[in-house]
Structure formats: structure tokens, C-alpha cells
């Protein structure tokens, strides 16, 4: 029995890296089935939603109070289709670990590197790279047909050089373009914003190993938290608040005078960035922990 | 060459290996034997750098795992058949292994063909019988055509002529002078295939032998002898010094005697013989004798209902 005919690699030479091993995630990325259903639910999730409430918005315009009109911001509400996106994002970034754990996939897997960081590196670089290349895509697009909608409906378009705060005051559907102060930042922090969550559910994933409990607690994190946040007196609710990660993420988008109902309780869009940046980091590194430190 | 010292590993208050040495020689195939819980994928995981052994060390080729530059292509292993991600091809499966460790992509072509799944190669690794995971996962540890492969269980869920194939597999591997490392529920299969041992119970070592040695040390010769009059011969062998055990149809098991002190004590006191044969024990008996005391999970064919 011929065992081996290809012409083997010398092994003299170099050792597994980073470069081999994210070739290797990129293939089970994209050999599985879910990983196109969650990216398609991202992209249509996000643009549907934004559509929908973007278009049940302008159609009553005209029923709107001075107050909903005065705070009415064209760009973040053009990105709402987050409160979808973000969630699949969490399965997405959580599953590409925990379903190894479930398989049994992970030992195969760490028989293959000899240090194990390469592995969650790796993992990291696929989920992070093709979010951000998602993400983008959707923010722009659920942008775009936004502005389109808010057209249609009757929304003019500020004057070259005018703050968003001036139009908003006035009556009309406000209605921005790419060029507009602000606009081009928010729109593409948008899709950071899930890029650094699908980071921060990675790590999720390499702490907790099971897709159920990792995803509870990535749901947990982003929308139980700021209820819970609400029982507690106001004075400490109102420190707390704006880092909560789904404020850090209305913060990266928001585009709008602080005057207004948000005042206070949103970071500016950079620091925003930072901190959530920080909350991934300490979730991937103590998923490195854990990775390295108990049995597989 | 593995090479295991002094290895012990606990989980919680479980003792799953207790101070266990022993080496895996080159170019022979080692049967790892021992019932179920004595620590058998234990060991073989801490081998492979996966779990972390409480005390002690195993190295293969002199290295630590984790010193290993290029892991599949020194090192190949087959732990759970049913590691694979249901959702995935088998193709894609051994592709992303195989760019881990730069081996080029004909060679999963060729492990595919070496197992037979060439025909299933695209399918969804979820939809594989018991008996196809099984070839996948071989495949997997041919992959960087290693000179040291483990192999737990890997006749698990195979049909015989499966088994018959891993077996000339192992050997035409061993063949080539690599290190064959392969635990076995069935003695029988391990008597067939393997030339050396590692027995354990309890996470301890019995026994680090040859197959042939292991059984001569720890058999006695038995005689089955039948004969016209079995009480008075067994008056007549206890006389010459033998040991001897009646059984239900009469015949006796007769040790520490031969053949032909029976014979002859028969001819001359007029019994007449009707079989005299010599029992060979096999492995699975030795086995089962040898590791009766450290059998943690005892089964029982006589269940009473209790009312
Ligand atoms: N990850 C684990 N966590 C807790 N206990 C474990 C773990 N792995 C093994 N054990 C325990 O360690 C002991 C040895 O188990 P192991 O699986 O190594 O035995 P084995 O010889 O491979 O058994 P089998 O023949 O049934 O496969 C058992 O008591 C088992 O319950
Ligand atoms: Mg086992």
C-alpha cells in the first residue's frame, strides 16, 4: 500500500504561523452552511429594518411633535437596522469557536499549531475582516436608501456647508448627504461598531465554549443590561449608561446637536470606539486565558 | 518514538492516570490496551499536548507537542471519530487542516483516495456513518504523512472488511518504520495486529511487553482431556502432581502436567482417551484475568429483579 506520492514541503525550515492558520479558518468559515445564512440575515436584516423604519417614520412626519422632529437624526436612524444585525453578528462571532467545542473540532484543531494563540488569532482576524467588509456594506447601503426614502417623503436636502442642528429646527424631513459634516465618519463607524462586537462575542465564545450560554450572554450584555440599568437611581444609572456597549454603538452613529435627548448620555463617537474596542479586547484576552490555560 | 514519564492526570477527584512511564517503539505497531476508564484517551490527549498532565511529561521524538514545528506533519492522530463539523465537507474539512501546516492540496486528493471517500468527498461530513467518520478521521492523521500516528479506537464502527483494512493499513505504516500507537477495546484484534504492548488498569501500568511475551508470562498450559473413566483419572493425574478442574460435561482441565504424562498415566492404568487437547489462552482471557482487579465498571449477566 503507496501511502504518499506528493511531493511533501521540507520541514526543516520555519514552523505553523499565523498565515497558514488563517488561511485554515477562512476555509471552515466559508465550507459551512450558517456562516452564509448569518452573513445574508446581517446584510438584509440591517437594510430591511432601516427601510422599514426609516419609511414608517417619514410617513408620519407630519404627525410628529416639535420634539421627535428637533431630535430626528437621518443618519443614526438610517442604521437601525443594528438592533438585528448585531445579534446575528453574536451568533456569527460566538459560533465560529462554540461549534468547535460542541463537534469535538477543537482538538483536531489544536493538534495542528503548537501554540494555541495562533489558533484564536486567526479566528479573530477571519470574523473581524469579513464583519467589517459586511458591516460597511450594509451601513452605506441602509444609508443610502434611507436618505432615498426620506426624499421621496418630502425631505430636503441641507445646504452645502450646513450643520444638521439648523435643519432639524425646521419643519421639513431633514435629509443628509454622504459630503455632509459628520455623515461619512458615522456611516462607516456603523459597521466598526459590529466589527467589534463580533470580536468581543469571539472571545465570549472561547470563555463560555457552549453557543447557547455564549450567546445568552452576549444578548444579555447588549440589550438586558440597559434594562437593568433602569432600576437603579438615577444618579448612578446616568454615570453608567453611556457605557453600556449598545449606547457605545448609538454613539458612533449619532450625528446630531448633544442638546437634545441624548445630552449626556452618549459619548463622543471616538472615545465611544475606544471604549468598546477596550470591552473586546478584554473579553478576547481572557478568552486567550481560558484557551491556554485548561484542557481542550 | 513516544516517549511517557511519570505521567499522572486528575479531573477533580477523578483519577483518570496515575504515574504512568512507558516508550512506543519505531517501526512496530503498540496496542494500548485496558477497560473502558483506565485512562487510555487520557493519556493519548496529554500526549498530543491537549490536556495538561498533573505531573510528569510525554514527548514525542524527544519533543514536548508544543515544541513541535510542523505538529501534523511529525505527528498525526485520530482521537474521536465524530470530531468534525457536521455542516462541512469532507474535502473542505481536510483542506483547512491541511493549510495549517503548508501541505499542499494534491495530498488531500491522495489521503481521500487512500480511505475511499473520494465518492463522498464533497458530502457533508454529517450525513457520514459511523464507519465514514471513521476513514475521515484516519485520513486526517495520514494527512502530513507523519512518521508517529495515534489512533484511539479507530476499528470503532467498522465492518470486517473495514477492520481488515485498517489492520494491513497499521502494518504497512509500521512497515515503513513509523511509530504506530493504537488502543483497541478487542484483544483479539490487538493480538492480530499488534507486536508490542502497554497494558493499563486504573490509569496504571500492568504491563509494557510484546504480544508474544505478555501471553507465555501470564498463562498456564492447560490440557482438555475426555476419557472412558474420568474419576479415577483423576485420582491418577492428581497422583502424578497436576491441577486438575472438572467440568460439567465431564472433562478435565488439567494444568501444571503434559500431554504425554497424561497419556501415558492413561495407557498404563487402562483408561482409554478420547481428546487430549492443549488450550491456548488468548489474549483476551489473559487480558480479562490480568485487569479483573481494576475493572471499574463491573457488568453482570445474572440481574435479579427485586421486588
Ligand atoms: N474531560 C474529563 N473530565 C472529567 N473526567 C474525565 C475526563 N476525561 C476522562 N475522564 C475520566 O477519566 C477516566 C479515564 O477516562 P478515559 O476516557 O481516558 O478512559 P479510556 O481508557 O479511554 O476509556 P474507554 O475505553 O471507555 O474509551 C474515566 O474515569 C473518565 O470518566
Ligand atoms: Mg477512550
Same mark, same amino acid.
Given at each position: 500500500?503507496?501511502?504518499?506520492?506528493?511531493?511533501?514541503?521540507?520541514?526543516?525550515?520555519?514552523?505553523?504561523?499565523?498565515?497558514?492558520?488563517?488561511?485554515?479558518?477562512?476555509?471552515?468559515?466559508?465550507?459551512?452552511?450558517?456562516?452564509?445564512?448569518?452573513?445574508?440575515?446581517?446584510? =438584509?436584516?440591517?437594510?430591511?429594518?432601516?427601510?422599514?423604519?426609516?419609511?414608517?417614520?417619514?410617513?408620519?412626519?407630519?404627525?410628529?411633535?416639535?420634539?421627535?422632529?428637533?431630535?430626528?437624526?437621518?443618519?443614526?436612524?438610517? &442604521?437601525?437596522?443594528?438592533?438585528?444585525?448585531?445579534?446575528?453578528?453574536?451568533?456569527?462571532?460566538?459560533?465560529?469557536?462554540?461549534?468547535?467545542?460542541?463537534?469535538?473540532?477543537?482538538?483536531?484543531?489544536?493538534?495542528?499549531?503548537?501554540?494555541?494563540?495562533?489558533?484564536?488569532?486567526?479566528?479573530?482576524?477571519?470574523?473581524?475582516?469579513?464583519?467589517?467588509?459586511?458591516?460597511?456594506?450594509?451601513?452605506?447601503? %441602509?444609508?443610502?436608501?434611507?436618505?432615498?426614502?426620506?426624499?421621496?417623503?418630502?425631505?430636503?436636502? =441641507?445646504?452645502?456647508?450646513?450643520?444638521?442642528?439648523?435643519?432639524?429646527?425646521?419643519?421639513?424631513?431633514?435629509?443628509?448627504?454622504?459630503?455632509?459634516?459628520?455623515? =461619512? &465618519?458615522?456611516?462607516?463607524?456603523?459597521?466598526?461598531?459590529?466589527?467589534?462586537?463580533?470580536?468581543?462575542?469571539?472571545?465570549?465564545?472561547?470563555?463560555?465554549?457552549?453557543?447557547?450560554?455564549?450567546?445568552?450572554?452576549?444578548?444579555?450584555?447588549?440589550?438586558?443590561?440597559?434594562?437593568?440599568?433602569?432600576?437603579?437611581? %438615577?444618579?448612578?444609572?446616568?454615570?453608567?449608561?453611556?457605557?453600556?456597549?449598545?449606547?457605545?454603538?448609538?454613539?458612533?452613529?449619532?450625528?446630531?446637536?448633544?442638546?437634545?435627548?441624548?445630552?449626556?448620555?452618549?459619548?463622543?463617537?471616538?472615545?465611544?470606539?475606544?471604549? =468598546?474596542?477596550?470591552?473586546?479586547?478584554?473579553?478576547?484576552?481572557?478568552?486567550?486565558?481560558?484557551?491556554?490555560?485548561?484542557?481542550? | 518514538?513516544?516517549?511517557?514519564?511519570?505521567?499522572?492526570?486528575?479531573?477533580?477527584?477523578?483519577? /483518570?492516570?496515575?504515574?504512568?512511564?512507558?516508550?512506543?517503539?519505531?517501526?512496530?505497531?503498540?496496542?494500548?490496551?485496558?477497560?473502558?476508564? #483506565?485512562?487510555?484517551?487520557?493519556?493519548?490527549?496529554?500526549?498530543?499536548?491537549?490536556?495538561?498532565?498533573?505531573?510528569?511529561?510525554?514527548? +514525542?521524538?524527544?519533543?514536548?507537542?508544543?515544541?513541535?514545528?510542523?505538529?501534523?506533519?511529525?505527528?498525526?492522530?485520530?482521537?474521536?471519530?465524530?470530531?468534525?463539523?457536521?455542516?462541512? #465537507?469532507?474535502?473542505?474539512?481536510?483542506?483547512? $487542516?491541511?493549510?495549517?501546516? /503548508?501541505?499542499?492540496?494534491?495530498?488531500?486528493?491522495?489521503?481521500?483516495? !487512500?480511505?475511499?471517500? *473520494?465518492?463522498?468527498?464533497?458530502?457533508?461530513?454529517?450525513?457520514?456513518?459511523?464507519?465514514?467518520?471513521?476513514?475521515?478521521?484516519?485520513? #486526517?492523521? !495520514?494527512?502530513?504523512?507523519?512518521?508517529?500516528?495515534?489512533?484511539?479506537?479507530?476499528?470503532?464502527?467498522?465492518?470486517?472488511?473495514? +477492520?481488515?483494512?485498517?489492520?494491513?493499513?497499521?502494518?504497512?505504516?509500521?512497515?515503513?518504520?513509523?511509530?504506530?500507537?493504537?488502543?483497541?477495546?478487542?484483544?483479539?484484534?490487538?493480538?492480530?495486529?499488534?507486536?508490542?504492548?502497554?497494558?493499563?488498569?486504573?490509569?496504571? !501500568? +500492568? @504491563?509494557?511487553?510484546?504480544?508474544?511475551?505478555?501471553?507465555?508470562?501470564?498463562?498456564?498450559?492447560?490440557?482438555?482431556?475426555?476419557?472412558?473413566?474420568?474419576?479415577?483419572?483423576?485420582?491418577?493425574?492428581?497422583?502424578?502432581?497436576?491441577?486438575?478442574?472438572?467440568?460439567?460435561?465431564?472433562?478435565?482441565?488439567? *494444568?501444571?502436567?503434559?500431554?504425554?504424562? +497424561?497419556?501415558?498415566?492413561?495407557?498404563?492404568?487402562?483408561?482409554?482417551?478420547?481428546?487430549?487437547?492443549?488450550?491456548? @489462552?488468548?489474549?483476551?482471557?489473559?487480558?480479562?484475568? $490480568?485487569? /479483573?482487579?481494576?475493572?471499574?465498571?463491573?457488568?453482570?449477566?445474572? @440481574?435479579?429483579?427485586?421486588?
Amino acid at each position: 500500500m503507496t501511502v504518499t506520492n506528493t511531493q511533501m514541503p521540507s520541514t526543516d525550515r520555519g514552523h505553523v504561523g499565523l498565515a497558514g492558520v488563517t488561511r485554515s479558518e477562512w476555509t471552515k468559515f466559508r465550507s459551512v452552511r450558517s456562516t452564509w445564512i448569518c452573513l445574508f440575515i446581517i446584510v =438584509l436584516a440591517g437594510i430591511g429594518l432601516s427601510v422599514l423604519l426609516t419609511f414608517i417614520q417619514a410617513a408620519r412626519w407630519s404627525q410628529s411633535s416639535l420634539q421627535e422632529r428637533a431630535t430626528f437624526d437621518p443618519v443614526a436612524f438610517s &442604521q437601525s437596522g443594528h438592533f438585528i444585525s448585531q445579534l446575528v453578528v453574536g451568533i456569527l462571532g460566538a459560533m465560529i469557536i462554540t461549534s468547535e467545542y460542541s463537534t469535538g473540532l477543537i482538538r483536531t484543531t489544536l493538534a495542528t499549531v503548537p501554540k494555541r494563540f495562533t489558533v484564536l488569532a486567526a479566528k479573530k482576524i477571519v470574523i473581524a475582516v469579513v464583519i467589517l467588509v459586511v458591516g460597511e456594506v450594509t451601513a452605506f447601503a %441602509s444609508f443610502f436608501a434611507a436618505q432615498i426614502i426620506l426624499t421621496a417623503h418630502g425631505g430636503t436636502q =441641507l445646504p452645502a456647508g450646513a450643520s444638521i442642528v439648523t435643519q432639524v429646527k425646521s419643519a421639513s424631513i431633514p435629509v443628509v448627504t454622504i459630503m455632509s459634516p459628520g455623515v =461619512l &465618519q458615522a456611516v462607516v463607524l456603523s459597521g466598526a461598531y459590529l466589527a467589534l462586537l463580533s470580536i468581543l462575542a469571539l472571545g465570549l465564545g472561547f470563555i463560555i465554549r457552549s453557543t447557547a450560554g455564549a450567546i445568552s450572554i452576549f444578548v444579555g450584555i447588549l440589550l438586558v443590561l440597559p434594562i437593568i440599568l433602569n432600576f437603579f437611581p %438615577s444618579g448612578f444609572k446616568n454615570s453608567v449608561e453611556p457605557y453600556m456597549p449598545s449606547n457605545l454603538g448609538i454613539a458612533m452613529v449619532v450625528t446630531t446637536t448633544r442638546t437634545t435627548d441624548w445630552a449626556g448620555v452618549l459619548f463622543t463617537p471616538w472615545v465611544a470606539v475606544l471604549v =468598546l474596542a477596550l470591552y473586546a479586547a478584554v473579553f478576547l484576552l481572557a478568552g486567550l486565558w481560558f484557551l491556554q490555560r485548561r484542557d481542550a | 518514538m513516544i516517549d511517557v514519564k511519570n505521567l499522572s492526570k486528575s479531573y477533580g477527584k477523578t483519577r /483518570a492516570v496515575h504515574d504512568l512511564s512507558f516508550t512506543v517503539e519505531t517501526g512496530v505497531i503498540t496496542g494500548f490496551l485496558g477497560p473502558n476508564g #483506565s485512562g487510555k484517551s487520557t493519556t493519548m490527549r496529554m500526549i498530543m499536548g491537549l490536556d495538561r498532565p498533573n505531573r510528569g511529561t510525554a514527548t +514525542i521524538n524527544g519533543k514536548p507537542f508544543h515544541e513541535i514545528k510542523w505538529p501534523l506533519r511529525e505527528v498525526g492522530a485520530l482521537l474521536e471519530a465524530k470530531a468534525i463539523h457536521p455542516g462541512r #465537507s469532507a474535502r473542505s474539512h481536510l483542506t483547512s $487542516l491541511a493549510q495549517t501546516n /503548508a501541505i499542499p492540496k494534491a495530498r488531500v486528493d491522495e489521503v481521500l483516495d !487512500l480511505v475511499g471517500l *473520494t465518492q463522498v468527498a464533497n458530502r457533508k461530513a454529517g450525513k457520514f456513518s459511523l464507519g465514514m467518520n471513521q476513514r475521515l478521521g484516519i485520513a #486526517s492523521a !495520514l494527512l502530513g504523512d507523519p512518521a508517529v500516528l495515534l489512533f484511539d479506537e479507530p476499528i470503532n464502527g467498522l465492518d470486517p472488511e473495514g +477492520i481488515r483494512w485498517v489492520r494491513e493499513l497499521l502494518q504497512s505504516l509500521a512497515r515503513d518504520g513509523r511509530t504506530i500507537f493504537v488502543s483497541s477495546h478487542l484483544m483479539s484484534e490487538m493480538a492480530l495486529t499488534a507486536t508490542d504492548l502497554v497494558v493499563i488498569g486504573r490509569g496504571e !501500568l +500492568i @504491563a509494557d511487553t510484546t504480544v508474544n511475551n505478555f501471553i507465555d508470562s501470564n498463562t498456564v498450559a492447560t490440557v482438555l482431556v475426555r476419557s472412558s473413566d474420568s474419576s479415577r483419572l483423576n485420582q491418577v493425574l492428581a497422583g502424578l502432581g497436576g491441577s486438575i478442574t472438572t467440568q460439567d460435561d465431564g472433562s478435565l482441565l488439567v *494444568t501444571k502436567i503434559d500431554g504425554t504424562q +497424561i497419556g501415558n498415566a492413561a495407557l498404563s492404568s487402562g483408561i482409554a482417551i478420547h481428546e487430549l487437547s492443549p488450550q491456548q @489462552a488468548s489474549l483476551e482471557e489473559v487480558f480479562m484475568e $490480568l485487569t /479483573a482487579d481494576s475493572v471499574d465498571f463491573h457488568g453482570t449477566t445474572n @440481574a435479579k429483579v427485586t421486588s
